[in-house]
């Protein structure tokens, strides 16, 4: 079973900005970490014209696109319910860690990135899975530890901490 944490909050929170943030943080400290992005909204990865994008508007369920430097797989879902977090996370390879960007209601350990100029309320005040908070104020109303937003170096202790991980020696220091 692979360690997961979560990096959740609404949108416009700042989610995507920290995990590009921490992943550098981890990476630098030995670990291999992977991701996985939730979306509220239709995507596509593909672009019309392309082969593989052709594959599947023909009906192909799943393409797998391989060249020397990547490989990528999509899938249609075809009217199947949206998989798991648990179903997602098992098709990655193995990894030190796999951060989840979204899927704020799940039941995995998580940090809250909250900025209350979003005008949201505190996902913390009503899910036992938030471990910590990340914001740009102080939140007096936090039954959790907050770090300030930009503290990376200690997001990514409590990340550490969090999932379990020994800590580990960062590389060229």
């Avoid at 994008?53 to 249609?76: F, N, P, Q, Y």
């Avoid at 930009?150 to 990514?156: E, H, L, N, T």
Wanted: aromatic share 4%.
């Amino acid at each position: 079973m692979q360690r997961v944490f979560g990096i959740a909050g609404w949108s416009g929170s700042g989610k995507t900005t920290l995990i590009t943030k921490l992943i550098p943080e981890l990476v630098g400290r030995g670990m291999r970490v992977s991701t996985i992005k939730h979306a509220h909204h239709l995507f596509d990865v593909d672009k019309p014209g392309k082969d593989s994008h052709v594959h599947r508007e023909a009906g192909a369920t799943e393409v797998l696109i391989s060249s020397v430097h990547r490989w990528a797989l999509m899938h249609e879902n075809r009217g199947a319910p949206e998989p798991s977090l648990a179903e997602l996370v098992a098709k990655l390879a193995p990894v030190d860690l796999v951060l989840i960007e979204g899927f704020k209601f799940g039941e995995h350990r998580k940090l809250e990135v909250h900025r209350p100029l979003v005008g949201k309320p505190l996902l913390a005040a009503t899910d036992p899975a938030v471990v910590a908070i990340a914001s740009d104020e102080t939140i007096p109303e936090a039954r959790v530890p907050v770090l300030p937003i930009d503290d990376i170096r200690s997001i990514g202790d409590l990340v550490v901490a969090a999932s379990g991980l020994a800590q580990r020696v960062p590389r060229g220091r």
